[in-house]
């Protein structure tokens, strides 16, 4: 069968046929300039047995010239994006042949007058000249027709930061002949910078400046390269750049300018994140994860937020067999196919399965005999659940009560659950749930080999029902911003942090604990809807307007960590606390339990004063409301 041939190309022939022109001209104008220079400029004062020798070698030289030039590619590159590649081929081509020039001329000499040895060094730098402002030259206008093309579009960009992450992303900006981006001003902190220069932009002065110079310069884009920079530095900086109205882009972090890797695309948007100022939890995974490496690992709910987190974490540090539980297949596949792209080798079994279902979790248990267990699976939204209690304490409690039974069956070494700072006083049926989750966790503690412990943390920033992916969907259609309140609070942490204490917990674990995270400050659900509005370049309540509906059934102003009569000891992590068990009576809780589940079975609605029975203190202010209502009629 024969091959076909390419087609034929017109403007590549066209373009290396005035290529090869070029070159012949170069190489005649190098060969008769560079001894017209050797005789300062003088065209009488060449020897005759000089120029002879030249002239007689000249068409020989051109077709070795030109051969050497196709053979190092001078033809076939793509001069458009010509590099140090490029001119290395230039320089060796040029070189071979001055070397072939100078071994021809020997042939053609005039008896023993041999041409000036200072010609042979004329003509390499002439014909280098030559050659590179072909080449590059096209480089150079393409660029500068790009640029002119992109003039009406280019972006004001203001950089803060100085040091050698700045000094790489300015280089690049600048130095691009595509970037859409134009560097007007930098910023930074030390005085001893101000008034110099990085790439021929000026350091105008300090973080008092940036509202000014962002004005003055009509910046469009704020890029923070401080990754050295602490969250606190970050976070007031940050606040600052929100009355610009321009966009915030920063590097992600310190390892970026450690490993090289500092460049335009590294670049993030800024997030709300960086906006809380608290520095990341401290934790040495490596040491924490040495009890995950050989063992097999069981993790409920795999394919949510959390879930889906610590199957990352714990596939990264080679567990014998790491088996995903989880009822939604289409976020379970998600992770699947992510990890078996990362972990090739992981030994990774998922497995669809309810947590309600107890001959399906006892046949897991007995079938796969996990080691470890992180049981994140539950329903975790609130007012949902005000609407559905019976669901919640199916899933949550029951859920948890036969995980943790076919766990302790099985042998299991530790069961680590995942809690909420909501079971904390609860107000929701959400909260009460999760607060009876850690009863019977460190009731079952008491009775079994598993070291069964429970893990409390806040909300969790861009997980599944979290506020931010509503907010910025809100952004995205043009408003308004819903918050329930003005003065709502709540403790917020990043995915990254609330796995992290989950796999302390499992190495710190003894028996009957319930972890909790120092999680810093509170933050308003106001302060950050505005702050996420003004990071997406908008202006609050004229580009995106905020309205205040109201708090949701089950819904409180703020939220709890610890109960008062839990106390607290701290671990070796001082991020990291311990609340002490409380005291309750085994058999009474147990019959409670019974009696719950069997309500829930009926599908009776009105479990709320079973469920107040059982954690004295749940109270629901919008039924408390309702009773003090009906009294008053």
């Not at 934790?283 to 889906?308: A, C, N, P, R």
């Not at 004229?542 to 409180?556: A, H, S, V, Y």
Request: glycine share 6%; hydrophobic share 40%.
């Amino acid at each position: 069968m024969d091959k076909k041939r390419k087609p034929f190309n017109v403007k590549i022939f066209y373009r290396r046929t005035c290529l090869i022109i070029y070159d012949i001209i170069s190489i005649a104008l190098a060969s008769y300039l560079a001894l017209l220079v050797r005789y300062e400029f003088s065209l009488n004062a060449i020897p005759e047995h000089f120029m002879r020798p030249v002239e007689q070698f000249m068409p020989v030289n051109i077709l070795v010239t030109l051969l050497i030039f196709y053979i190092f590619r001078l033809y076939s590159s793509l001069w458009a994006f010509a590099g140090e590649t490029e001119l290395q081929n230039i320089i060796i081509s040029c070189v071979l042949s001055t070397v072939a020039n100078s071994i021809g001329l020997q042939f053609f000499k005039v008896a023993s007058q041999a041409v000036p040895k200072s010609y042979y060094f004329l003509y390499l730098f002439l014909l280098v000249t030559c050659i590179f402002a072909s080449r590059f030259s096209y480089r150079f206008f393409r660029g500068l027709k790009h640029k002119q093309q992109n003039k009406k579009n280019l972006i004001s960009v203001m950089v803060i930061g100085a040091g050698e992450a700045a000094n790489v992303i300015i280089k690049e900006i600048v130095g691009s002949n595509f970037s859409t981006m134009v560097i007007k001003c930098i910023i930074d902190d030390d005085k001893g910078k101000w008034g110099r220069y990085i790439q021929g932009i000026k350091v105008v002065g300090g973080r008092e400046k940036i509202v000014e110079c962002a004005d003055i310069y009509g910046v469009d884009e704020i890029i923070v390269a401080m990754p050295s920079a602490s969250r606190t530095d970050i976070r007031d900086i940050l606040e600052i750049c929100k009355d610009t109205n321009c966009k915030l882009r920063s590097l992600p972090g310190m390892y970026q300018l450690v490993n090289g890797e500092v460049n335009v695309s590294k670049l993030r948007d800024v997030e709300v994140e960086d906006l809380l100022g608290r520095e990341p939890i401290s934790v040495d995974l490596d040491s924490i994860l040495g009890y995950v490496q050989g063992k097999v690992v069981l993790v409920t709910g795999g394919g949510g937020s959390i879930g889906s987190e610590l199957c990352r974490q714990i596939a990264s540090h080679r567990p014998k067999q790491l088996v995903i539980v989880d009822i939604y297949e289409n976020a379970v596949y998600d992770i699947q196919q992510e990890l078996k792209v990362k972990y090739p080798e992981l030994d990774m079994v998922v497995l669809i399965a309810s947590v309600r279902n107890t001959n399906r979790m006892n046949y897991i248990f007995s079938k796969y005999k996990p080691h470890i267990v992180y049981h994140a699976a539950a329903h975790k939204h609130v007012p949902l659940m005000e609407d559905s209690p019976t669901e919640a304490i199916k899933n949550n409690v029951f859920g948890t009560f036969k995980t943790a039974q076919a766990a302790a069956m099985s042998g299991v070494q530790r069961f680590v659950m995942i809690s909420t700072d909501k079971a904390v006083n609860p107000t929701n049926i959400m909260g009460a749930s999760k607060r009876i989750c850690e009863m019977i966790i460190q009731t079952f503690d008491k009775h079994y080999d598993t070291e069964f412990v429970a893990v409390r943390f806040g909300n969790v920033l861009g997980s599944n029902g979290s506020v931010l992916p509503l907010f910025r969907k809100q952004i995205e259609a043009g408003g308004p911003v819903t918050v329930t309140h003005p003065d709502i609070i709540r403790y917020f942490m990043t995915i990254s942090e609330a796995v992290s204490l989950v796999l302390q917990a499992g190495a710190y674990a003894k028996g009957g604990e319930i972890f909790v995270l120092d999680m810093g400050e509170p933050v308003r659900i106001l302060d950050l809807a505005e702050n996420l509005i003004k990071l997406s370049g908008y202006r609050v309540g004229e580009d995106i307007k905020i309205e205040f509906t109201g708090l949701r059934p089950g819904e409180k102003l703020y939220e709890e960590l610890l109960m008062d009569e839990e106390g607290m000891r701290d671990t070796a992590n001082k991020m990291i606390h311990i609340g002490k068990p409380i005291e309750l009576d085994e058999h009474e809780f147990f019959a409670q339990l019974k009696k719950l589940k069997d309500e829930c079975q009926i599908e009776n609605s009105d479990i709320r004063p079973l469920i107040r029975q059982i954690v004295p203190t749940y109270h629901n202010p919008d039924e408390e409301q309702t009773e003090e209502t009906a009294g008053d009629r």
